[in-house]
């Protein structure tokens, strides 16, 4: 079956830090993917693509990584800041997009 | 402001009373879609429109209907609500399909009694 996973629920990390967040799926072919940022009560918010051509990209203090051998993308914020806390999405394209559970991040003081 | 905007923001209903989700874009999008979010389950395609006129299911679309009339419109119509819809519902637009940046609305908490 079709799955994507995010490796937690949640990461809690030291201000200053890097926050690696993980997206791992099963049974898709993506032509890209997508990571997005969703505050509570609110809409998710884009932050990245990276096509399957493309092994990095990076964005100010993000960077997302794409591997289709392993089917995994890595989400990095370098100098993490309390700022940062959210709950991080990935989504990938097959037809329509499909969005992993999210992990929620922590960044603290 | 480029937005996408949703009406209502907070609805409380009871089973089986009809209720729309009205969704509206002004950045002459073609691709709008709704998805629900449930603890645990991520987001979840309920349907999208490639254009007026076009829709398609998304991965559950059962107990929901939708309307593609004009394209800065996408309402989200219940005609039966049950507990189980009970959730958050986001619309979201992009400009021409689902691989380019979509644009979420605030979110309709909706629970039916």
């Known amino acids: 079956s079709q799955k994507i996973e995010q490796n937690s629920e949640a990461l809690n990390i030291q201000e200053g830090k890097t926050a690696t967040l993980t997206c791992n799926y099963t049974n898709y072919s993506p032509a890209y993917l997508q990571w997005y940022r969703q505050d509570p009560g609110r809409g998710p918010v884009f932050l990245l693509l990276?096509?399957?051509?493309?092994k990095e990209k990076r964005k100010e203090r993000l960077k997302v990584t794409f591997d289709t051998t392993l089917k995994q993308s890595l989400f990095h914020i370098t100098a993490s800041q309390p700022a940062d806390s959210a709950t991080y999405l990935c989504a990938l394209e097959p037809n329509d997009m499909r969005f992993g559970a999210g992990t929620r991040l922590t960044v603290k003081p | 402001e480029a937005q996408v905007t949703q009406n209502p923001r907070y609805l409380i209903t009871v089973t089986g009373k009809k209720l729309t989700v009205t969704c509206s874009q002004n950045?002459?999008?073609?691709?709008m879609s709704w998805y629900r979010q449930d603890p645990g389950l991520g987001l979840r395609q309920i349907y999208y429109?490639?254009?007026?006129?076009?829709?398609d299911k998304g991965d559950v679309p059962e107990g929901y209907k939708v309307s593609r009339k004009e394209k800065r419109n996408f309402p989200l119509i219940l005609e039966s609500p049950s507990p189980n819809q009970t959730s958050l519902y986001f619309c979201?637009?992009?400009?021409?399909?689902?691989?380019?940046?979509?644009?979420f609305g605030p979110g309709t908490r909706l629970t039916v009694l």
């Open positions: 979201a637009s992009s400009l021409v399909g689902p691989g380019d940046t979509q644009y």
């Open positions: 429109s490639m254009n007026v006129e076009v829709t």
């Open positions: 990276i096509r399957e051509n493309e």
């Open positions: 950045m002459n999008h073609e691709y």
